[in-house]
């Protein structure tokens, strides 16, 4: 078992003829994904590297029988690429696109959320790779082997950083979500936590939050009522000064809100354990799998 | 990205948003004439990114020339809290019945737009929030459904405005919040929303964040880009299409990805150091984007090391060490540099920097020994506070304190 993509996945990648998304959507066949399909208007007919292409994400669910999608396509697009997957009924779409528009966010989750019959990961995030089933995205997935950590986060290097810091002491992982770090993402912490709840493969989850909103905060609420499985937290940004966007869109102290102490702080409380830097989550996380071992 | 009073307030214009008479000036003679067209009396405005411009003596009414003159000359070129006034703002005095607050907010939280009224305005948000919790009033809008006339009644009653201006306030707020829409805002605020003697409503402040991811589509709002006030480094970054946020330590630092990056300041700071800057270098392993980077980094006179930590995914610690042998090339650099090469290929970008015998430079494996060895290398970091421009706040926070001055 794993969560969001497995074996089953049938891959269409939105924006397959494109550099980025040429190169990282045969990457991820070469892992083993079953990639079925890319799409890209005007071009259905072709292929890459014998890999169809059709004009429409719907045309890719009716002939290729995709049911996930990667959006690869640039930031003025991708709102428009999410919502066409969605209305093709694909069940879960990948945005690693970083740049897009707030507010086309916002239209795009609420209408996601009215139909909820599409999951959305991202956008601006490195995307899902459950180790030795699929990768969809551009996790290098070398780093990583199967076992019983799941990994959710909303950067993509301090997620391989962990992530490696704990194949060095021997764990694997069930499945690494990038949620995404962007103010408006499709999941929250608590989605992809509640699918770890429910994974028998994951022994314990590692969450990797930082500065801005209060995504963290809700989070520690969720674990404390909801969660059995032992969670370890790191959140990045406690030396960010207000005002300022760290990198990330979403990652910005705005005033006295979002504070990366403030959410350490939510989380304890929680009794969730919040590792001060990588390694020591990686040392917290070795040692709880190794009692439950 | 935040624009100036008078920018937002001819955002305000375009959507019908009421606003008094004013013009920009960028000289102490263009304040004059604005002033003489506008009639006096009149107030002149420092035009700066950061609040508290009153306080500072950035805000003063003139009531004829010889006074417009005279305090134009005083605000231009003046330095508040860290940012030159270059621009000023001349306005129509208005005389002041109440003084509201209004607001749209993009509430990522809620992942709605939040429309925000109250009747005691000119005073920052918390200090509202402290004086009555219960003085201002929220509500949520659905993004795909908009504002309806009901909000804004809703929103009137429950602030508890003057009974004559209902209607006229709710107008304001449903053409604030098409404003806030149509441009792409993160934020609009007016602090105060002003009554005046006649009954008007007008907004005598304006405070407006746009999404810069949004700015492709608002080619008026692209052009605005304010670099007054902006930090030299920070420009130069923005140049060079970096993205690189002066911090006030004397640790440089280069990482691939934000989150690392923000987990490399933390740990200098656990290893008693001081941050000088965040640069995200993202996927940039080239040697012409490498050199860039190390020379944004070295602008900054206080950096007295500079640490590399690079965890390679798509990136190459190879690249990375050849990127970085030739900027060292072509560079004069005299600082000490710690890298940290973890991922992908990272034993051949090891051997890379061992055989290329750089100046200076010392390899370490891991991240946290790497922050502890630039943090010894960079020795004392500058005093507390030096210098650091006050960032202007985010959503919600200190509206302006002077915005009842007038």
Do not use: W
Request: negative net charge.
């Amino acid at each position: 078992m794993a969560i969001l993509v497995d074996s089953e996945t049938k891959l269409v990648v939105a924006g397959l003829t494109g550099r980025e998304g040429s190169f990282h959507g045969l990457n991820n066949r070469r892992y083993g994904t079953d990639l079925v399909a890319g799409v890209t208007p005007g071009k259905g007919g072709q292929d890459v590297e014998g890999v169809p292409v059709f004009n429409t994400v719907h045309d890719a669910v009716k002939e290729a029988g995709a049911n996930t999608a990667m959006v690869f396509v640039p930031p003025r697009f991708a709102a428009d690429s999410i919502l066409e997957a969605a209305d093709a009924g694909i069940e879960l779409v990948i945005c690693i696109t970083e740049g897009i528009p707030a507010h086309d966010m916002l239209r795009v989750y609420t209408h996601l959320k009215r139909t909820d019959a599409t999951r959305l990961v991202g956008p601006n995030c490195p995307g899902i790779l459950s180790p030795a089933k699929a990768n969809v995205g551009i996790i290098p997935a070398h780093f990583f082997s199967e076992g019983g950590v799941g990994l959710v986060s909303r950067s993509g290097t301090l997620t391989y950083q962990i992530g490696n810091e704990l194949a060095q002491r021997g764990f694997g992982n069930s499945t690494i979500v990038g949620i995404g770090g962007d103010p408006v993402v499709g999941s929250s912490f608590i989605d992809v936590i509640a699918e770890f709840e429910q994974d028998p493969e994951t022994e314990l989850i590692v969450m990797c939050g930082e500065i801005g909103g209060d995504e963290e905060e809700r989070t520690a609420e969720y674990i404390a009522d909801n969660v059995s499985k032992p969670v370890i937290a790191y959140i990045a940004g406690f030396t960010a000064p207000p005002g300022k966007t760290m990198g990330h869109a979403g990652a910005i102290v705005s005033g006295s809100k979002g504070t990366a102490a403030a959410k350490a702080e939510a989380l304890e409380a929680k009794g969730v354990r919040v590792g001060r830097n990588p390694t020591e989550v990686a040392d917290v996380a070795s040692e709880a799998l190794a009692r439950s071992a | 990205m935040d624009l100036l009073e008078y920018q937002g307030k001819q955002l305000f214009a375009r959507h019908g948003v009421p606003i008094p008479d004013g013009k920009a000036a960028t000289s102490v003679e263009n304040a004059v004439a604005a002033a003489d067209e506008l009639g006096y009396p009149v107030v002149i405005k420092a035009q700066v990114l950061i609040g508290g411009r009153g306080k500072a003596g950035g805000i003063k009414l003139a009531k004829d020339r010889d006074e417009a003159e005279r305090h134009a000359a005083a605000i231009i070129g003046m330095d508040i809290r860290g940012f030159t006034v270059h621009e000023l703002y001349v306005e129509k005095a208005s005389d002041i019945a109440e003084e509201y607050y209004a607001a749209v907010i993009f509430d990522r939280g809620a992942k709605k737009p939040m429309v925000m009224l109250s009747r005691m305005g000119g005073m920052e948000v918390e200090e509202i929030a402290e004086k009555d919790p219960n003085a201002m009033a929220r509500l949520h809008v659905d993004p795909l459904v908009g504002f309806q006339a009901f909000h804004g009644r809703r929103l009137a009653f429950e602030a508890g405005i003057a009974e004559d201006v209902i209607r006229p306030v709710g107008a304001l707020l449903e053409r604030l919040y098409q404003a806030f829409i149509e441009e792409d805002a993160m934020l609009v605020e007016v602090n105060p929303l002003l009554v005046t003697g006649d009954r008007k409503v007008v907004a005598l402040e304006a405070k407006v964040t746009v999404d810069g991811n949004a700015l492709y589509r608002h080619a008026e709002t692209a052009e605005l880009r304010n670099s007054g006030g902006e930090d030299p480094q920070e420009r130069m970054a923005r140049e060079r299409g970096l993205t690189y946020v002066k911090l006030d330590g004397n640790v440089g630092i280069l990482g691939n990805g934000a989150g690392l990056v923000m987990s490399t300041l933390d740990v200098v700071a656990q290893a008693g150091g001081r941050p000088a800057n965040f640069l995200d270098a993202g996927g940039g392993s080239k040697a012409e984007e490498i050199t860039n980077a190390v020379e944004v980094i070295l602008s900054d006179p206080k950096v007295t090391a500079v640490l590399f930590n690079i965890f390679g995914g798509i990136t190459r610690c190879d690249e990375v060490a050849n990127g970085l042998i030739t900027a060292f090339g072509s560079l004069d650099i005299s600082v000490p540099f710690v890298v940290r090469l973890d991922g992908t290929n990272d034993e051949d970008g090891r051997k890379l920097l061992a055989d290329a015998v750089l100046p200076n430079v010392h390899v370490e494996k891991t991240m946290l020994d790497a922050a502890s060895r630039a943090v010894e290398l960079a020795g004392d970091p500058p005093p507390e506070g030096a210098e650091q421009p006050g960032p202007p706040a985010g959503a919600g926070a200190s509206a302006d304190p002077e915005a009842g001055a007038e």
